[in-house]
């Protein structure tokens, strides 16, 4: 499983959720995460569909890059880990 994460420097959940995916990520060392920013990386935010007013937005993707869930806005620490707990062998 991967997370791809989408969002803004000018998105004010997305400068909350930053340091909340760094613990997780810290924490998870086997978790694939990648982050594209709204306004930079075009291609990507047209390939996952991801609008302005949906940001953060938070993907993630089975081990065939088939997107199994997605989430947007600021989500607590323990609700993550709790998804990606149980997406985890996906």
């Known amino acids: 499983m991967q997370v791809i ?3 803004a420097v000018w998105c004010s ?4 959720m930053g ?18 920013d709204f306004d930079q990386d075009k ?16 993907i993630f993707l089975d081990k065939k890059e088939k997107e199994i869930q997605r989430i947007t806005g600021e989500v ?3 609700d993550l880990l709790t ?3 149980r ?3 996906k």
Not at 13 to 16: E, I
Not at 43 to 58: A, E, H, S, W
């Open 83 to 85: 998804i990606i707990n």
């Open 43 to 58: 291609n990507k935010i047209k390939k996952y569909k991801v609008d302005q007013g949906r940001l953060p937005c938070f």
């Open 76 to 78: 607590s620490k323990k």
């Open 13 to 16: 959940g997305c400068l909350v």
């Open 5 to 7: 994460k989408i969002g």
């Open 19 to 36: 340091p909340r995916w760094k613990e997780i990520e810290k924490e998870l060392p086997w978790l694939k995460t990648q982050y594209y």
């Open 87 to 89: 997406l985890k062998d």
